[in-house]
């Protein structure tokens, strides 16, 4: 094995070794690994660089390349399935499917926050640290089971563990898109469309709530808050919504 995989077993993170990490992702992945230097690192989060940034690589690389193959399939099988709908609808699933939180859920279910490495001060640092994590880690697995076994694996392990299940709950039809949601309103309404503006941000640069309003015209609709921009409009958009809604 790899010598810097090797040298990962005195890290104080580690409770388990290496050996049974790959052991637990062959379970999940149903097949023989050939190169565990892929899913070490799909399972190594950047925060892990701060113990010993001389010996591992994060997932980063392999998050990009697994994001990339998880949309492809995921867009495949709704183009596929949804034979009569528009882009707007393909794209408002596909975004319910790939979204951060979707994943963190679904990493949670397949117990993967168990073989993860990373710096547990990252966790005690970042709200959401481990969901982050979570996702990302499992973007990062797709891209090293493209890498290790091609996108005919990659296609079952999506498939299974991501696309089917979703669909078989229901829960693709929610959309939580409210600016997509208050935007389609004003033009069915004749409304002019909705403005955005960040107004404030407080707290340390770890930590910051974000504060934005949204105008419908010239008059400031409603105010939102969050811990990043996009959350601080989404909840602002979700209000007007509510607000012009109640008021037709």
């Not at 975004?95 to 926050?113: F, G, H, P, W, Y």
């Not at 707290?203 to 105008?215: L, N, Q, S």
Request: aromatic share 8%; charged share 30%.
């Amino acid at each position: 094995m790899f010598k810097w995989i090797r040298n990962l077993f005195s890290k104080n993170q580690k409770k388990q070794s290496i050996d049974w990490r790959l052991a637990e992702i062959e379970k999940l992945i149903g097949y023989k690994i050939s190169n565990p230097d892929y899913y070490v690192k799909a399972i190594t989060h950047r925060s892990y660089l701060e113990i010993d940034p001389a010996l591992i690589k994060s997932n980063e690389r392999l998050e990009f390349l697994g994001d990339a193959v998880l949309g492809l399939i995921v867009a495949e099988t709704l183009f596929t399935k949804f034979r009569d709908k528009g882009e707007g609808y393909l794209t408002k699933v596909r975004s319910q499917i790939v979204k951060r939180e979707t994943l963190a859920e679904i990493s949670d279910k397949l117990n993967l926050k168990e073989v993860i490495l990373y710096d547990t001060r990252f966790i005690k640092t970042y709200r959401n640290g481990l969901n982050s994590i979570s996702s990302d880690a499992i973007e990062a697995l797709i891209g090293a089971i493209y890498l290790d076994a091609g996108l005919d694996e990659a296609t079952k392990f999506i498939k299974k563990h991501i696309i089917n299940p979703i669909m078989s709950s229901g829960d693709y039809k929610v959309d939580t898109n409210y600016k997509g949601q208050l935007l389609e309103h004003t033009h069915a309404n004749d409304l002019e469309s909705p403005i955005y503006k960040i107004v404030d941000e407080t707290g340390p640069g770890h930590d910051k709530v974000f504060t934005a309003e949204v105008k419908v015209g010239t008059e400031i609709c409603e105010i939102g808050k969050g811990k990043n921009k996009k959350s601080a409009e989404q909840d602002a958009a979700e209000k007007a919504l509510t607000k012009l809604v109640s008021s037709n």
